[in-house]
């Protein structure tokens, strides 16, 4: 985004000492993989108590710890962190087109704070309680995004991306639950929202990767071909851990796990996902 | 659909008498307002206990009964009646394109026959015992696509009608909550999954209708070049009745159906919504 000017109001700094000097909140927004050395030089800087809240998505290599979890591990203590997550693609919010967006708070007061501080005509913030189920929406959708990518790639239609999205849901749901989650946050503006934005959006590299992957093309080549991370071609592989490790049934992200690291043909997914026994549609969820 | 070959097995006729003959089950699909006079038709060649599942969606004018209702108030007696309702475009489905949908019934036995009476290697059923909010999600789901319609008219983004849906869903759940229905029946493929595809389908009358609305063109000429009925441009004031009776609010409903019914524009829908009090996103919900 070279054509977002920033207010004058906006200062950057290389010093953190000079950025941290009396803030009286504090937002991390480095890509996941930096937010645990981001925080751990942020820490002798920052005032006891100032709420910080990240808008990173991720699970972290080898911990598995959600974005808040890492700043609970780095900082101390939870009260003061919120986690921000929603369907915000960052050229729309920088060109102040209609958004929405949820910060989730251990604490009411620091989830109103961030409300307060962000909201304006063009970007609407709803606050939420449950801080493991907003987080993992985020860091979990991409492994959806490219079921629903080799959906498209394979030609399927409407129905068939419509019942991947809703099955998917459900299965993150299922995962949410296990980890503590509200299963009523994963229908909300971080799980929905942002699931149906990524999936429908053309310029989602996510969903790009499944597109290439359902046309029968071999990951190395896409992955070669594209100037950016598409994080859901590591991200499964942990939210399959965090599956394995809460005994949470992941269909379809076992299936996109398959294609993605077993050489599994993408066409061969949707087969194995119909085959299934027929089932209640809210087993494990009610 | 003039391009799908009916399996040889399949017989019409225009003898009610006859068709219901030796009946061990029955599907009723015809258009929304022909459901009671078909069902009073059905009464007299109808087995006691004949299984009977409902594959029309609305909500009926005057009494404000969803289809079942209907069919409990023609026939008597709620246990042998089943609805199925998901993102199901007939077009697909008919074409083998892999579906999945979800057949709700009061009793277990009933939703598990018509489950392996439809399911096939394209098409996949799921059971859900809540009836009141599967149908109501199929009723209701319209006045959600034309709002998305009408976000795509005015050259909004992809948050902006993510946003929509998730809150449009949001305020469906609030509604389904007061009639009796479990609220994630509304994150199920009969709430999100047929809202998903209604809303990014370029098929959806619906999503046409608010698309043109968007484009600041008029209701009356819009209905006009259209060939078929577009639900919603009706099915919004029956559902803005029901949230009144119910005392339910449905900020974006209220919205659509100021635009379809009393010449606001569209442009001002967006604005109305973005600038309403900051809120929590679950509430009304748990």
């Not at 700094?13 to 890509?31: F, I, K, Y």
């Not at 959906?151 to 991306?161: I, M």
């Not at 998917?168 to 749901?173: F, Q, S």
């Not at 992955?223 to 394995?244: C, F, I, Y």
């Amino acid at each position: 985004m070279t054509d977002i000017t920033l207010p004058a109001t906006v200062h950057a700094s290389p010093d953190m000492a000079e950025a941290l000097r009396g803030a009286e909140a504090v937002v991390v927004v480095t890509p996941s993989v930096g937010v645990r050395s981001t925080t751990e030089s942020m820490r002798p800087h920052l005032g006891s108590g100032v709420p910080v809240v990240v808008l990173s998505k991720g699970i972290e290599d080898g911990s598995l710890m959600l974005m808040t979890e890492v700043l609970e591990d780095v900082l101390g203590g939870r009260g003061r962190l919120a986690g921000l997550s929603g369907p915000n693609h960052a050229e729309e919010v920088g060109h102040g087109i209609p958004s929405a967006t949820v910060v989730a708070s251990y604490q009411e007061p620091v989830g109103k704070l961030f409300q307060e501080l962000f909201m304006t005509r063009f970007f609407r913030v709803y606050t939420n309680p449950d801080v493991v189920g907003v987080e993992l929406c985020g860091a979990s959708k991409n492994v959806i995004a490219v079921a629903a990518g080799m959906s498209d790639g394979l030609g399927y239609g409407d129905n068939t991306k419509a019942a991947l999205l809703t099955r998917g849901l459900a299965e993150l749901t299922r995962l949410g639950i296990a980890l503590g989650g509200n299963p009523l946050t994963f229908s909300g503006l971080a799980g929905m929202g942002d699931l149906v934005a990524t999936c429908t959006s053309t310029q989602s590299r996510n969903r790009t990767v499944g597109v290439e992957l359902g046309k029968g093309r071999k990951l190395d080549d896409i992955v070669a071909d594209m100037k950016m991370v598409a994080e859901g071609v590591k991200s499964t592989a942990a939210v399959l851990e965090l599956a394995q490790r809460n005994r949470v049934e992941m269909p379809i992200a076992e299936q996109v796990g398959a294609v993605l690291y077993e050489g599994k043909r993408a066409e061969d997914l949707v087969t194995a996902l119909m085959l299934r026994e027929a089932k209640a549609e809210l087993h494990g969820i009610t």
